[in-house]
């Protein structure tokens, strides 16, 4: 039975275990997806699951092959090992993760949008034609998704409401986000952003905000993005752009820089998440 809501969970920066035989058996989000379910079926039971469909987009195999074979190469005459390797994986995303047209000895951009792209298109294939997806992006992810939407708003030929057109985003969740670490080359009057990625929806779909980004103002990679640049602000002013702030992580993570990564099973983000989940399958109804 074709699902009526699509979810997309895209992950960031770091190392991650083994990449999944399919993009449906979740990794990195199974945590997520688990206690969002929960939380919805408590107000709309059994819901979810007859109305969801969610897979990951899973890239870290692809940003980590160099920096693998680098690091086992080079690791016998350092010290530090675990200290250096988290470096090379977690900065090491970052530096790969570049547009390189015309490099044919480059192509992680690429790839990774590719792979974003065979995803979408499975998700189309679990859903009714034109059902809006949500997306929950973290850390670097958030400007990976950010990217692949920018360049098919490029593309005037993709005006069909498809998920692989990335016209039918109900929501974009950003946690821990990233983006400005990689826009420091152009001025704030210079940084402009994506247009609101929901035009395939119809109106009773659309929402004001429909880009949530939350951050814990002790994770030193996820960044507020309304005053990022002119862009930025444009679209924060006109009600589509929300920062929110949590306290992301446990009693030992919350307060220090290992909240990057508790926004996963973090109370308040599920509640965000939850939020916009539960609105969207009673707006379908």
Same mark, same amino acid.
């Given at each position: 039975?074709?699902? @009526?809501?699509?979810? $997309?969970? !895209?992950?960031?920066?770091?190392?991650? @275990?083994?990449?999944?035989? #399919?993009?449906?058996?979740? #990794?990195?989000?199974?945590?997520?997806? *688990?206690?969002?379910?929960?939380?919805?079926?408590?107000?709309?039971?059994?819901?979810?699951?007859?109305?969801?469909?969610?897979?990951?987009?899973?890239?870290?195999?692809?940003?980590? @092959?160099?920096?693998?074979?680098?690091?086992?190469?080079?690791?016998?005459?350092?010290?530090?090992?675990?200290? *250096?390797?988290?470096?090379?994986?977690?900065?090491?995303?970052?530096?790969?993760?570049?547009?390189? &047209?015309?490099? &044919?000895?480059?192509?992680?951009?690429?790839?990774?949008?590719?792979?974003?792209?065979t995803v979408l298109k499975e998700l189309e294939d679990d859903t009714v034609p034109g059902a809006p997806?949500?997306?929950?992006?973290?850390?670097?992810?958030?400007?990976?998704?950010?990217?692949?939407?920018?360049?098919?708003?490029?593309?005037?030929?993709?005006? $069909?409401?498809? !998920?692989?057109?990335c016209n039918t985003i109900a929501a974009f969740l950003t946690f821990g986000c990233n983006i400005p670490l990689f826009t420091f080359a152009y001025r704030y009057d210079q940084?402009?952003?994506? @247009?609101? &990625?929901?035009?395939?929806?119809?109106?009773?779909?659309? *929402?004001?905000?429909?880009?949530?980004?939350?951050?814990?103002?002790?994770? $030193?990679?996820?960044?507020?993005?309304?005053?990022?640049?002119?862009?930025?602000?444009?679209?924060?002013?006109?009600?589509?752009?929300?920062?929110?702030?949590?306290?992301?992580? #446990?009693?030992?993570?919350?307060?220090?820089?290992?909240?990057?990564?508790?926004?996963?099973?973090?109370?308040?983000?599920?509640?965000?998440?939850?939020?916009?989940? /539960?609105?969207?399958?009673?707006?379908? /109804?």
């Amino acid at each position: 039975m074709l699902k @009526k809501l699509s979810i $997309v969970a !895209i992950h960031g920066i770091g190392s991650f @275990k083994e990449r999944p035989g #399919s993009s449906d058996l979740l #990794s990195f989000s199974k945590d997520l997806e *688990r206690l969002v379910r929960e939380r919805v079926d408590r107000h709309l039971p059994n819901h979810f699951r007859e109305t969801v469909a969610w897979r990951e987009i899973f890239y870290s195999d692809i940003t980590e @092959k160099n920096q693998n074979a680098y690091f086992d190469r080079v690791k016998s005459g350092l010290n530090y090992d675990g200290l *250096r390797e988290f470096v090379i994986k977690n900065l090491g995303d970052a530096a790969a993760y570049h547009n390189a &047209p015309g490099d &044919p000895n480059h192509d992680v951009y690429s790839d990774i949008h590719e792979r974003c792209d065979t995803v979408l298109k499975e998700l189309e294939d679990d859903t009714v034609p034109g059902a809006p997806l949500i997306v929950l992006a973290h850390s670097m992810g958030g400007h990976v998704f950010s990217d692949h939407i920018y360049d098919r708003q490029k593309d005037a030929r993709l005006t $069909v409401p498809r !998920i692989a057109n990335c016209n039918t985003i109900a929501a974009f969740l950003t946690f821990g986000c990233n983006i400005p670490l990689f826009t420091f080359a152009y001025r704030y009057d210079q940084i402009y952003c994506i @247009k609101d &990625p929901g035009s395939g929806l119809p109106n009773s779909m659309r *929402r004001a905000p429909w880009w949530f980004n939350v951050y814990d103002k002790d994770d $030193v990679l996820g960044y507020p993005l309304a005053n990022h640049g002119v862009g930025y602000k444009e679209l924060s002013d006109a009600g589509g752009l929300v920062d929110k702030t949590i306290n992301s992580g #446990s009693f030992f993570t919350s307060w220090n820089p290992l909240s990057h990564n508790g926004y996963w099973r973090d109370a308040d983000f599920i509640d965000e998440v939850a939020t916009v989940v /539960q609105s969207t399958i009673e707006a379908l /109804q």
